[in-house]
C-alpha cells in the first residue's frame, strides 16, 4: 500500500500539499507514512482532488482554519483520530472502547510491519500472579 500512496501523492500535488500540511513537527518518517496513509483512506472528499498545488496551508491548524462548518469539524475529527490510532500502534495509548473501535475500523487494511510490542499493566500483574 505504500508504493500506492506514493505512486497517488505524485500523480494529485494538490492532495501531496494538502496531507503534508497535517504532518506534526516531530513527527518521524516511520510514524509518518503510516499515519498519512490513515488520513488519505479516510479523507474521502475533504482532500482536493488532482490539478496544480495551489498555496496551500503549512500546519494541521492552517488547514484546519481554511475549511469552514461541517467540512472543518471533519477535518478536526479525522486528525484527532490519525494521532490516536498512531498514537495506539506506536506509543501503545489506549482510548476509550467506542474511539478504540472507530480508529481501528477505520485503519483496517494498513499494514504496519514495524511497530513495537507493547505490554500492559494487567498483562504483567497476570504473569506474576
Request: charged content about 25%; overall charge neutral.
Amino acid at each position: 500500500m505504500a508504493q500506492e500512496v506514493s505512486e497517488y501523492l505524485g500523480q494529485n500535488p494538490r492532495a501531496a500539499a494538502w496531507v503534508e500540511a497535517l504532518r506534526g513537527d516531530g513527527e518521524t518518517d516511520k510514524h509518518w507514512r503510516h499515519r498519512r496513509e490513515f488520513l488519505l483512506r479516510n479523507a474521502g472528499d475533504l482532500a482536493p482532488a488532482g490539478g496544480e498545488a495551489p498555496a496551500t496551508p503549512t500546519t494541521a491548524e492552517e488547514a484546519a482554519d481554511a475549511e469552514s462548518g461541517p467540512r472543518r469539524r471533519q477535518l478536526q475529527q479525522l486528525i484527532s483520530f490519525s494521532m490516536a490510532w498512531a498514537n495506539h500502534v506506536f506509543l501503545g495509548c489506549r482510548y476509550p472502547p467506542k474511539v478504540m473501535d472507530k480508529i481501528l475500523s477505520m485503519a483496517e487494511g494498513i499494514k504496519v510491519t514495524d511497530a513495537p510490542i507493547h505490554t500492559t499493566r494487567d498483562e504483567l500483574v497476570a504473569k506474576k500472579g
